[in-house]
């Protein structure tokens, strides 16, 4: 598996923005599918947004639909969480992870992390009222 580490969160009011990003340390390796996960206190963790790098198709949780845009560069193989509108129930552990798996129905999208993942050092998203 190849270790992400996620960077960009902060501190933010209700309402603002916030960049994520993420990268592979010391490979090149390009998964077809990468995706950002998050982690509340006490709370399990959840899929947020994933993208599909081979043509860029993406995929989102319902909670973060129409606020939250997921991007890949290929020149750089590095992922990134563009944050907007942000809500104080936003506030978490944001990790990424790649080789996720994504699916789609009429109501919904679906994402999950490959199985036993090691997650890789992740950023906290705090958002305040």
């Known amino acids: 598996q190849v270790q992400l580490v996620a960077s960009g969160g902060g501190s933010v009011q209700a309402g603002g923005s916030l960049r994520l990003s993420c990268a592979a340390e010391?490979?090149?390796?390009?998964?077809?599918?990468m995706g950002w996960f998050r982690q509340a206190p006490g709370i399990e963790r959840v899929p947020v947004a994933a993208?599909?790098?081979?043509?860029?198709?993406?995929y989102y949780a319902d909670s973060v639909k129409g606020r939250f845009t997921i991007s890949h560069d290929n020149s750089t193989n590095t992922l990134s969480l563009q944050m907007n509108s942000l809500k104080p129930e936003d506030t978490a552990m944001y990790y990424c992870?790649?080789?996720?798996?994504?699916?789609?129905?009429?109501?919904?999208?679906?994402?999950?992390?490959?199985?036993?993942?090691?997650w890789g050092q992740g950023t906290q998203v705090t958002v305040s009222s």
């Open positions: 992870a790649a080789d996720c798996t994504v699916s789609r129905d009429y109501y919904s999208d679906y994402i999950w992390p490959p199985p036993n993942y090691h």
């Open positions: 010391g490979s090149t390796y390009r998964a077809y599918c």
């Open positions: 993208i599909v790098t081979d043509g860029d198709s993406t």
